[in-house]
């Protein structure tokens, strides 16, 4: 029995009876793919997933990748590379590529449903294969001749990797020293080392081109001087893609990490002993611009997979509690002749089950709500309109989806391991891998400091605050119009209340952030909010998209029947659940971001 357990019902009812994706679907630039054909689509996805692509992950977790340094490579398990090529011959990573790379336009929407179904399988499997997806960027921000490289990445489904971070300069990718000189032939020659590179070597593909910031000679200090490269492990010939030398882009190290071990994290060196040749992306030095097209795209990856590695750790709790006798009902405790139940008859068995429920479907509403963001993005973009505000909207929330998300999957996941107890300790279940896999979803293209930083000051102070207001608005409009529901009117008016208290701490911060104009060290209070403030805007926004789903199942209850009826009973408790247990803190978070001084700046170092 495979370990990944799917939740198609509930992908289904976000999409088409709480996120209007029917109206979307079938038309327009999406006139390709209707309603039935995406729950096709979706339907074989999940099979796909279920029955070819989770076993692989576990043997791979046993038997990862060894590091050869004679010959710097690390080749895959066979079991793995065999689900790959599965995934690979059935060509559903063709959704959502542009008809001139050989795709199908498909809605973001649909396509984040998909990648939910194959990252919540097998996590490593999707991150190899995102050589496609890479090759978007070169279609969308290259020359007409760097256009024929993003084909020929399609055609001969070749590897990328994104290469940032450098052993020095970590996060701080503008100290990064790698540097970029011109060649008399117009290319590059790169020169320098790079780090905690996902995917720089494996033998799944002939060839892997490598996203490479450096410094051109010369250029300005910081972000702002860097350039992006295409470096191949391979030069190639550009129209037929024919490989040649090997290039001096070379793995020399790779990790040994805590989880997702089958994923090559790699030190990289460029040009030690050989020349690494690279090529100007877009001939345009403008390299964290257009980095920044890969690192968004990894932010909503990292939260999609954090949410669908909660999703199916919470379902394989949920049937293990099920199925596990132990004890006695707690109003029968005393009785010692009284029978034994299946835990899911213990209350803090319940609590605890309740709530990964409605974090993993409330965030899996969260992703779904912003990838149907993206949808509208690319609808007005193709009828000519302004996509303006969707596009700040998605901007908001992409830090909550990646940082807030990865910190509440995770947590949820703890609690899924509570449920098993001692056994899900062991490797006989799935959730001893699930939370080493998903600890880097926390780390990856930014921990949640850094998100929680660039939330605040990017995407609220620089925006003027205008797209969380206009998010804010969305709320009270729903409120407002909720209607006279009473299973939902106390959850109701716990949202309107941390929706305030959420306002009240922005402008808290707002008013810190000003005082820092004065006094500079007012930057420190907020710098130790930026976090607090991402978590308490996670909470309620996924409330709030609880409570939408809650309104639709409130409506569904009275005709329905069976297993509709115990799924949209369901979808309210979760809502009331979470609102009851979780927007109280949000007032506790405002308290507590305008009481901050500065009193533990001012600790010396040696007091920790």
Same mark, same amino acid.
């Given at each position: 029995?495979?370990?990944?357990?799917?939740?198609?019902?509930?992908?289904?009812?976000?999409?088409?009876?709480?996120?209007?994706?029917?109206?979307?679907?079938?038309?327009?630039?999406?006139?390709?793919?209707?309603?039935? @054909?995406?729950?096709?689509?979706?339907?074989?996805?999940?099979?796909?997933?279920?029955?070819?692509?989770?076993?692989?992950? &576990?043997?791979?977790?046993?038997?990862?990748? +060894?590091?050869?340094?004679?010959?710097?490579?690390?080749?895959?398990? +066979?079991?793995?590379?065999?689900?790959?090529?599965?995934?690979?011959?059935?060509?559903?990573?063709?959704?959502?590529?542009?008809?001139?790379?050989?795709?199908?336009?498909?809605?973001?929407?649909?396509?984040?449903?998909?990648? %939910?179904?194959?990252?919540?399988? /097998?996590?490593?499997?999707?991150?190899?294969?995102?050589?496609?997806?890479?090759?978007?960027?070169?279609?969308?921000?290259?020359?007409?001749?760097?256009?024929?490289?993003?084909?020929?990445?399609?055609?001969?489904?070749?590897?990328?990797?994104? +290469?940032?971070?450098?052993?020095?300069?970590?996060?701080? *990718?503008?100290?990064?020293?790698?540097?970029?000189?011109?060649?008399?032939?117009?290319?590059?020659?790169?020169?320098?080392?790079?780090?905690?590179?996902?995917?720089?070597?494996?033998?799944?593909?002939?060839?892997?081109?490598?996203? &490479?910031?450096?410094?051109?000679?010369?250029?300005?200090?910081?972000?702002?001087?860097?350039?992006?490269?295409?470096?191949?492990?391979?030069?190639?010939?550009?129209?037929?893609?024919?490989?040649?030398?090997?290039?001096?882009?070379?793995?020399?190290?790779?990790?040994?990490?805590?989880?997702?071990?089958?994923?090559?994290?790699?030190?990289?060196?460029?040009?030690?002993?050989?020349?690494?040749?690279?090529?100007?992306?877009?001939?345009?030095?403008?390299?964290?611009?257009?980095?920044?097209?890969?690192?968004?795209?990894?932010?909503?990856?990292?939260?999609?997979?954090?949410?669908?590695?909660?999703?199916?750790?919470?379902? /394989?709790?949920?049937?293990?509690?099920?199925?596990?006798?132990?004890?006695?009902?707690?109003?029968?405790?005393?009785?010692?002749?009284?029978?034994?139940?299946?835990?899911?008859?213990?209350?803090?068995?319940?609590?605890?089950?309740?709530?990964?429920?409605?974090?993993?479907?409330?965030?899996?509403?969260?992703?779904?709500?912003?990838?149907? +963001?993206?949808?509208?993005?690319? &609808?007005?973009?193709?009828?000519?309109?302004?996509?303006?505000?969707?596009?700040? $909207?998605?901007?908001?929330?992409?830090?909550?989806?990646?940082?807030?998300?990865?910190?509440?999957?995770?947590?949820?996941? /703890?609690?899924?391991?509570?449920?098993?107890?001692?056994?899900?300790?062991?490797?006989?279940?799935?959730?001893?891998?699930?939370?080493?896999?998903?600890?880097?979803?926390?780390?990856?293209?930014?921990?949640?400091?850094?998100?929680?930083?660039?939330?605040?000051?990017?995407?609220?102070?620089?925006?003027?605050?205008?797209?969380?207001?206009?998010?804010?608005?969305?709320?009270?409009?729903?409120?407002?119009?909720?209607?006279?529901?009473?299973?939902?009117?106390?959850?109701?008016?716990?949202?309107?209340?941390?929706?305030? %208290?959420?306002?009240?701490?922005?402008? &808290?911060?707002?008013?810190?952030?000003?005082?820092?104009?004065?006094?500079?060290?007012?930057?420190?209070? *907020?710098?130790?909010?930026?976090?607090?403030? $991402?978590?308490?805007?996670?909470?309620?926004?996924?409330?709030?998209?609880? $409570?939408?789903?809650?309104?639709?199942? *409130?409506?569904?209850?009275?005709?329905?029947?069976?297993?509709?009826?115990?799924?949209?009973?369901?979808?309210?408790?979760?809502? @009331?659940?979470? @609102?009851?247990? *979780?927007?109280?803190?949000?007032?506790?978070?405002?308290?507590?971001?305008?009481?901050?001084?500065?009193?533990?700046?001012?600790?010396?170092?040696?007091?920790?």
């Amino acid at each position: 029995m495979s370990h990944y357990i799917a939740n198609l019902r509930d992908l289904r009812f976000n999409l088409f009876e709480v996120l209007g994706r029917e109206a979307v679907y079938g038309n327009g630039p999406f006139a390709d793919i209707d309603r039935a @054909a995406a729950e096709d689509i979706l339907a074989e996805i999940g099979r796909l997933a279920t029955d070819d692509l989770a076993d692989s992950s &576990v043997e791979a977790d046993r038997t990862p990748p +060894v590091f050869d340094p004679a010959t710097g490579t690390a080749p895959l398990p +066979v079991a793995f590379k065999k689900a790959y090529e599965t995934f690979m011959d059935a060509e559903w990573w063709r959704l959502g590529l542009p008809a001139e790379l050989g795709g199908t336009d498909a809605p973001p929407s649909l396509f984040w449903s998909f990648a %939910e179904l194959v990252l919540g399988a /097998n996590p490593a499997l999707w991150l190899y294969s995102g050589g496609v997806s890479f090759a978007r960027v070169i279609q969308e921000l290259g020359t007409e001749e760097q256009r024929a490289v993003a084909r020929l990445m399609v055609e001969r489904q070749w590897g990328a990797t994104m +290469v940032l971070t450098e052993p020095e300069a970590g996060s701080d *990718v503008g100290a990064g020293r790698t540097k970029a000189v011109r060649e008399a032939d117009g290319s590059w020659r790169i020169e320098g080392v790079k780090r905690f590179i996902t995917n720089a070597e494996h033998d799944l593909s002939e060839n892997i081109v490598h996203f &490479v910031l450096a410094r051109p000679e010369g250029g300005e200090p910081g972000t702002k001087g860097l350039s992006l490269f295409l470096v191949p492990k391979y030069e190639f010939d550009w129209s037929t893609g024919d490989l040649g030398r090997r290039n001096g882009a070379r793995v020399t190290g790779v990790e040994h990490k805590m989880g997702l071990k089958v994923s090559n994290t790699c030190e990289m060196t460029f040009g030690d002993g050989d020349v690494a040749r690279g090529w100007l992306l877009g001939e345009r030095h403008d390299g964290i611009r257009q980095m920044f097209r890969i690192i968004e795209f990894a932010r909503m990856m990292v939260g999609t997979k954090a949410i669908s590695t909660l999703s199916t750790g919470y379902l /394989n709790a949920l049937r293990y509690a099920r199925e596990r006798v132990q004890g006695a009902d707690l109003t029968q405790a005393a009785d010692k002749k009284a029978p034994r139940v299946t835990i899911t008859h213990h209350p803090d068995v319940r609590r605890s089950l309740m709530m990964q429920k409605a974090c993993a479907e409330g965030m899996r509403t969260l992703f779904l709500y912003t990838a149907c +963001v993206q949808d509208d993005i690319v &609808v007005k973009k193709r009828a000519g309109a302004d996509a303006g505000d969707s596009r700040a $909207l998605n901007d908001l929330l992409l830090p909550i989806l990646k940082g807030y998300g990865s910190e509440r999957a995770y947590e949820q996941l /703890n609690q899924s391991l509570q449920i098993f107890g001692g056994s899900g300790y062991l490797q006989d279940f799935p959730i001893e891998q699930y939370l080493r896999d998903a600890r880097i979803d926390t780390l990856y293209e930014g921990t949640t400091a850094i998100q929680g930083q660039d939330y605040f000051f990017r995407k609220i102070v620089r925006d003027q605050g205008r797209a969380l207001s206009a998010l804010a608005g969305e709320i009270k409009g729903f409120l407002a119009a909720a209607g006279d529901r009473a299973e939902l009117k106390d959850a109701q008016a716990e949202l309107a209340e941390a929706l305030a %208290e959420l306002e009240a701490m922005a402008a &808290v911060m707002v008013e810190q952030l000003t005082d820092s104009v004065q006094d500079v060290t007012s930057l420190y209070r *907020v710098g130790q909010n930026t976090t607090r403030f $991402l978590m308490a805007s996670g909470d309620v926004v996924v409330a709030y998209l609880l $409570l939408r789903a809650a309104a639709v199942a *409130v409506d569904r209850l009275p005709d329905a029947r069976g297993a509709d009826r115990d799924f949209y009973a369901g979808k309210v408790a979760a809502a @009331a659940f979470f @609102a009851a247990e *979780v927007l109280p803190q949000v007032a506790v978070r405002r308290k507590q971001a305008q009481r901050t001084d500065n009193a533990l700046m001012q600790l010396p170092e040696g007091a920790f």
